[in-house]
């Protein structure tokens, strides 16, 4: 938190930088972020999430970016006529159009005029000087998540605009996953790595307070293997069933959810993990990726 809390105060003087945070699935990479965002005051945001496979189509993560930052919802890019936005009157119309065909929305008629080559230079700058601008009124927090799924054609224009805004109010804070090629990011990088014992114990009192007796507390700490998030949907789950008689062996169902999270792929893809528990807690467990931040417990390791 720190470190997010330094380079912020570097972007608001006016110099832009780019943070990458890197870790292992459910270790609290988005948590810190939107424990930062809740922290930070006088800023505004594009947030966007690239997406695993290629059926996306191209710029599928800029276009979500773009959206944010124009405050247009998704589900109706297509459709907007950027002519129309207030914030885009002084544009050029292939200025306005390079952003719209990132949006694959309406563009002028003189855009299909120009080469590949000019309508790639037309969106970097486009992009470029939407951020530029928007940070001009309030620095802007450019927030993207799993950078290491990010489509071909958003990296390009993204190391394109990151090369233009050392001199702007820009904070590019991207989440990455260990073991993905990420080095092309221009970025200080925070590695967070999983808790260690009495951190991952501290948490785990925390969340079952005074119900779990030592015994239970080393099970689940063992067969999370001190991931936070996963911490959280076992004690979630054992807060949910109100398991009794805490200090025996705890019953089949929450060993089975121990050991179905453990070396789980984080809570995108847990609903099968959930599914196979009884209700209530395919209800209740999903939620839990929103439990208040103070709970967490992050060690940011020095990079070697």
């Known amino acids: 938190m720190d470190k997010l809390t330094a380079a912020a105060e570097r972007v608001r003087s006016g110099v832009g930088e780019a943070v990458l945070l890197l870790g292992e699935s459910g270790i609290g990479k988005s948590r810190l972020i939107h424990e930062w965002i809740a922290r930070s005051t006088h800023w505004t945001a594009a947030v966007a999430e690239c997406s695993q496979g290629t059926s996306n189509g191209p710029y599928d993560l800029l276009k ?58 037309a969106i970097n700058n486009s992009c470029a000087r939407l951020l530029r601008e928007r940070s001009s009124v ?60 009495a951190e991952g114990l501290e948490l785990i009192s925390a969340m079952l307070r005074a119900d779990a007796t030592p015994a239970l507390k080393e099970q689940i700490f063992r067969h999370t293997g001190g991931v936070p998030l996963f911490i959280e949907e076992v004690c979630r789950d054992v807060g949910t069933r109100k398991v009794q008689n805490l200090g025996l062996q705890p019953e089949p169902t929450l060993q089975s959810t121990v050991s179905s999270l453990h070396g789980s792929t984080g809570w995108k893809g847990q609903a099968s993990n959930f599914c196979r528990v009884p209700p209530p807690s395919v209800a209740d467990a999903m939620p839990s990726c929103y439990i208040p931040f103070q709970h967490w417990i992050l060690r940011v390791l020095p990079l070697r």
């Open 64 to 121: 979500k970016l773009v959206a944010s930052a124009l405050d247009i919802e998704l589900s109706r890019v297509e459709t907007v006529d950027l002519s129309r936005n207030a914030s885009l009157t002084t544009w050029s119309p292939t200025d306005r159009s390079a952003l719209a065909s990132v949006l694959e929305g309406q563009v002028d008629p003189e855009w299909h005029t120009l080469t590949p080559a000019a309508r790639g230079r």
């Open 138 to 197: 309030v620095p802007m927090a450019v927030l993207i998540e799993d950078l290491h799924w990010i489509d071909e054609a958003s990296r390009s224009v993204i190391e394109a605009v990151l090369a233009t805004l050392d001199t702007s109010r820009v904070l590019v804070i991207a989440t990455a996953r260990m073991g993905y090629a990420t080095e092309w990011l221009p970025a200080t990088t925070i590695r967070l790595s999983a808790l260690r014992h």
